[in-house]
């Protein structure tokens, strides 16, 4: 008995050895462990006129998502013990009736978040910062809540699956499994974006095909996504993997910004593809997502464990309870992948003028407030803050002076 | 029968003066129930209603005779039962412009409105009545005879024009009944189709699910398409082995019987004519809205091989009545999201629609040779006897 105590502790205790390594491996990137960042005085970069007006439209915003956050918790509290009854809307069995529960937490959310999302849109027009209307917006949501809807029925038929032959130990097998499954949304996931074309613009073209060379990825696809139509800030994102890997920049970035600006997010999106920064987002999640099904497995066995149907509402409780408290550490691992894109692209661009000018640009256009209150930042800031991304410009231009 | 077209232009000519006469009336009888709660020109109104009656069964086809001019009562083989003169409801009558919209959009999907709604339109059709009487046409040509399915089905379209009219023209605020089971057909068909279906929805809706009915459906809608793949492919194999061996292969038959009964489910709970989530695998059995699916049965190799050409009146009428089951389904979100309830009109028209359309998929995917029955009143039969499940 003392043995097999001795080996699980031992078993344990690698595990966790492992999940410790695992986790620093993913969390080393190419910023120097020693780059001191300046600490600017916003003013120098910002009127105070345009300090207050972020600074008081961002107040707004954090207490909506904070409010938001909250109602979420509590709808999906308020699910997990009312959640059950739902079994009776089911004629699918098991598995289906699952899936069907699975999604009707998410409708729950949806509701849930609807005020608040409303309250966003309500104060973003308010400030010119989006031009969407409330009926576009709530149909758009409900549209987009389809796709979440999808894979948490996909989740659940994999969950349920493998709890129908692993009653206690599915969480082991359910975590890699799905974030295959994530794996294979991000892969389609760049084929799903509307309205995308080629980039029609000859030197933005031949600028992304230098840059992408210059990382070390040559022939990387760029387009270009047509959301005049749909108000918000400029944006640009790098998606997919293998022959889905692209960089997309919004078609208002390259109506808005100048040219060794537009190079600069051109490099910070290729430095997230050659830093294989979505390969490190997934083992990541795969990190987290282990410990997350173990104690939703424990949490729901009393109720039967995940082969029971009625225990899926708890189980999303579970879950949404446990990415809130793991959102810090969430939320400094995007951020490091940030900081490094944008040092990466830096080293590519030698531009340091242009990031500063990037940032001004972007910060004023969106209405961000360069150096939010330290709480928020902890809690959702998944980018550096504006005045850290030109503290590292300046810190580059510091460390590379004849440059 | 060949001119029939020609032959009612008189008929459409005093039925458009009298039209405007009624319209007339109507007017008046507005400002005279909201001020003494009853109608003027009843008897006119009711001559009107059943001349219209008169002339539509003639030019649908629902009926043969020539009509009269003088819409007397109990002269024609389809006649109109209007109500007696009778106090109506002054908000029903001021807001009727507003509360006879959806009637109006129902009885555009049906082809009875008079004119082309921009739903029906939408679906490209001219409704289901006219669809009916363009293959009534042809049936007859070729048969002398009106299929009796579609002559119900034209005669269950005439009835809710009938009331949708009445109602139009304030002889009654009684809303148009969409129930196909509370109308006369007279005798009862004799069917012995081998799909059909059988019924145990009591009604209730969660409102929840109903919110979100078109997000819940999505795993299904997957899950069918790609279910749906593989059965394009057994279908051909089905089709040559009908076509040498006089009947089709029991396992292909099982396959592809399992699809269209799970299709059935999946178009019941989409469409709201049923609640609980369906199940993925077409089991028999387990879902209110179900479809019994006799075994494989010796089939007409000419059919068989013709079958793509045979099955297009049928797919046109499925498509007809497709775009009024979808209307169906509308307004039961809205009625379901206020009072947790179908309403049992609505959910036995769709019942109905959901049972053509899967004949309408047995025979167009080799299940049977028998033709999809149109008329609702197949439904007014004894419900099918619950199946045994098929063993795995």
Known sequence: MAVRRGLLALGIAAALAAWIFAFLQLWQTSVPGDLALPGLDPTRYFSQEDLDRASSYQAFLRVDVLLALLAQLAALGIYAVKGPGFVRESAAGRIGTGMLLGML?????????????????????????????????????????????????????????????????????????????????????????????????????????????????????????????????????????GPSRRVILWDTLLKRFPRPEVRVVLAHEFAHLSRDHLWKQFGFMALLALPIALVVALATVRRGGLYDPASVPLAIFVVAVLLFVSLPL?????????????????????????????????????????????????????????IKRIEMANAWRERNPGR | MFFRLILVIPHLIV?????????????????????????????????????????????????????????????????????????????????????????????????????????????????????????????????????????DLAVYCLSYGLQFWAYVLLVTDRYPDSDPLTR??????????????????????????????????????????????????????????????????????????????????????????????????????????????APPERQNRWKTGFRIILAIPALLLAGAIGATLGLVAVFAWFVGLFTAKMPVGLRNLGVFAVRYQ????????????????????LERLAPAPAQVPEPA
């Open chain 1, 105 to 241: 937490g998410l409708a729950f959310v949806w509701l849930s978040q609807l005020p608040f999302g409303l309250a966003e849109l309500w104060w973003e027009r308010r400030h010119d910062v989006s031009s969407l209307g409330y009926v576009s917006w709530i149909v758009n949501d409900f549209l987009a809540a389809g796709g979440e809807f999808l894979f948490i029925s996909l989740a659940m038929l994999i969950v349920m699956a493998l709890a129908g032959v692993w009653r206690r130990a599915w969480w082991i097998a359910a975590a890699p499994a799905l974030v295959a499954v994530l794996l294979a949304f991000a892969f389609v996931q760049p084929y799903l974006i509307p309205d995308q074309h080629p980039v029609r613009n000859p030197m933005i073209a031949q600028d992304a095909e230098g840059l992408a060379s210059a990382e070390g990825i040559p022939g990387t696809t760029v387009r270009v996504q047509e959301t005049h139509n749909l108000g918000g800030s400029p944006n640009a994102e790098a998606a997919g993997f």
């Open chain 1, 330 to 386: 969430q939320t400094a691992f995007t951020r490091r992948l940030e900081a490094e894109a944008d040092w990466v692209a830096l080293n590519t661009t030698h531009q340091p003028e242009a990031m500063t000018g990037l940032f001004r640009r972007l910060g004023r256009l969106s209405l961000a407030q360069p150096d939010p209150p330290g709480w928020d930042e902890f809690l959702f800031g998944d980018h550096p803050s504006v």
């Open chain 2, 15 to 151: 039925l458009a003066i009298f039209g405007l006469l009624a319209f007339a009336i109507a007017f008046i009888s507005w400002f005279a129930i909201l001020f003494t709660g009853r109608a003027v020109g009843h008897g006119m109104q009711a001559r009107y209603l059943r001349y219209w009656t008169h002339v539509y069964s003639y030019v649908l086809l629902a009926a043969n005779p020539y009509p009269g001019f003088e819409g007397e009562p109990g002269s024609y083989p389809i006649d109109a039962e209007v109500p007696p003169p009778e106090r109506q409801n002054k908000w029903k009558t001021g807001f009727r412009f507003v509360l006879v919209i959806p009637a109006w959009l129902l009885a555009g999907a049906l082809g009875v409105s008079g004119t082309a709604s921009w739903y029906s339109s939408y679906y490209s059709t001219y409704g289901v009545v006219t669809t009916v009487a363009l293959l009534g046409w042809f049936a007859i040509l070729a048969r002398k005879q009106m299929p009796r399915g579609l002559r």
């Open chain 2, 184 to 293: 006369d057909y007279g005798k009862a068909p004799v069917s012995d189709h081998p799909v059909r279906i059988s019924e145990d929805d009591d009604l209730r809706r969660s409102r929840l699910t109903v919110f979100f009915r078109l997000l819940l459906a999505l795993p299904h809608i997957v899950w069918l398409t790609l279910w749906g793949i593989a059965v394009v492919f057994t279908v051909i194999a089905n089709w040559f082995v009908t076509l040498f061996a006089g009947r089709t292969a029991d396992a292909l038959h099982r396959f592809n019987g399992a699809y269209v009964r799970y299709l059935t489910h999946v178009s019941a709970y989409v469409d709201l004519v049923a609640n609980p989530f369906p199940g993925f695998t077409g089991k028999p059995g387990t879902y209110p809205i179900d479809l019994q699916i």
């Open chain 2, 358 to 377: 899967a004949q309408t998929y047995a025979y167009f995917w080799l299940l049977t040779d028998s033709y999809p029955f149109s008329g609702p009143s």
